[in-house]
């Protein structure tokens, strides 16, 4: 849970100011919502892919499909609007993945009775985190640009994944 809420809490966030902020710097603010249908687009391929081939929570799954989402700040470091592109697509697949596997994982090892908060704690942690990581991003844009906080946002999500390696991952019927 700790490295959702890095990741999805943190990292990702900031990505819709400051993608519209680079776009423009980069006169291609045309492709804005196209970014969110491509990601959305992988989102979905992922979690179908997913469940079609029957992932399960490996610490290996889990870490592959979280670095997917870990890299999407980078299409705000690279001035390449495919780039960019192939970045959100690539994170959309690894996040959809991941949110099947985890909350399939979830369902399985949390008691029946302990589901509901569980559930709730996992959701509420990146919610309640994000406004205060986008204030901050916003905040941070007049001492680096956008490329600069895409490195830092992307070092923050590549680190939340190194903690996938040091969880123990267990299912008890």
Known sequence: ???GVIQLGIAVPPLTPLLAIHLRHANSSGFYG???????LGAIAGSMLAMKIGLTATRSV???TAACGAALPLAIVVDNVWFGFTVYLIAG???GC?????MSFLQSAVDRQYLGRVLNVDSLGTVLVAPFATLLATMSINWL????????LTV????SVLLLL???????P
């Open 156 to 159: 923050i999500g590549a680190l």
């Open 166 to 172: 040091r969880v123990r991952i267990s299912v008890h």
């Open 62 to 64: 889990l870490t592959v």
């Open 1 to 3: 849970m700790i490295q």
């Open 93 to 95: 697949l690894g996040l």
């Open 145 to 152: 640009s956008p490329s600069a906080l895409g490195i830092v």
């Open 34 to 40: 196209l970014f969110f249908t491509v990601e959305a």
């Open 98 to 102: 991941f949110g099947v596997v985890w």
